[in-house]
T-cell receptor, first 114, second 112 residues
Framework: DTEVTQTPKHLVMGMTNKKSLKCEQHMGHRAMYWYKQKAKKPPELMFVYSYEKLSINESVPSRFSPECPNSSLLNLHLHALQPEDSALYLC?????????????FGPGTRLTVL | AQSVTQPDIHITVSEGASLELRCNYSYGATPYLFWYVQSPGQGLQLLLKYFSGDTLVQGIKGFEAEFKRSQSSFNLRKPSVHWSDAAEYFCAVVGGYSTLTFGKGTMLLVSP
């Protein structure tokens, strides 16, 4: 089973709201990723967690705050977002964060910021 | 730094016809290469991957890809396209810090 699940599927929030995106995998993977994808563009890497520790932050604004409470869960906390943050947010996981590992993606959360 | 070029933004193919999507990469060492497919509003599904060994790689849904080091290419092929294959296709290479670098994608349209 190569399933990564994400909740919610859709999220609409105002610029003053606080919300969270959730990602879960039960494949025993030790690396998890957040990507942002705008329409008609490829995914852009935001964060990488390896063994529950943040290993890469691609200069993402602090209004996005990732959290990895355990090896199966990855959260993305959102606060004071801007309309330009509206996008599809994808979670992925891989066995470990090394070159030979395949990343498996979840279905994404479609975020709209009003 | 690594990069991926998908020269075709859109491709239209008749149902039942053959398909080839082009991908060129730039990477100093032996590349790890992937093809993903994305239906509208969905996540990315892995079609196939190349790490080493046989340069012709078989994937899911009848897709295959051929790694050609001399041409820095990893083109995706399918002998007979189905209407359900209409989607966006992304080629990707693993680069520094084991992160994926994606091409800009090719949108496949299938005509009846």
């Amino acid at each position: 089973d190569t399933e990564v699940t994400q909740t919610p599927k859709h999220l609409v929030m105002g610029m003053t709201n606080k919300k969270s995106l959730k990602c879960e995998q039960h494949m025993g993977h030790r690396a998890m990723y957040w990507y942002k994808q705008k329409a008609k563009k490829p995914p852009e890497l935001m964060f990488v967690y390896s063994y529950e520790k943040l290993s890469i932050n691609e200069s993402v604004p602090s209004r996005f705050s990732p959290e990895c409470p355990n090896s199966s869960l990855l959260n993305l906390h959102l606060h004071a977002l801007q309309p330009e943050d509206s996008a599809l947010y994808l979670c992925a996981s891989s066995q470990v964060s090394s070159s030979g590992d395949t990343q498996y993606f979840g279905p994404g959360t479609r975020l709209t910021v009003l | 730094a690594q990069s991926v070029t998908q020269p075709d933004i859109h491709i239209t193919v008749s149902e039942g016809a053959s398909l080839e999507l082009r991908c060129n990469y730039s990477y100093g060492a032996t590349p790890y290469l992937f093809w993903y497919v994305q239906s509208p509003g969905q996540g990315l599904q892995l079609l196939l991957k190349y790490f080493s060994g046989d340069t012709l790689v078989q994937g899911i849904k009848g897709f295959e890809a051929e790694f050609k080091r001399s041409q820095s290419s990893f083109n995706l092929r399918k002998p007979s396209v189905h209407w359900s294959d209409a989607a966006e296709y992304f080629c990707a290479v693993v680069g520094g810090y084991s992160t994926l670098t994606f091409g800009k994608g090719t949108m496949l349209l299938v005509s009846p």
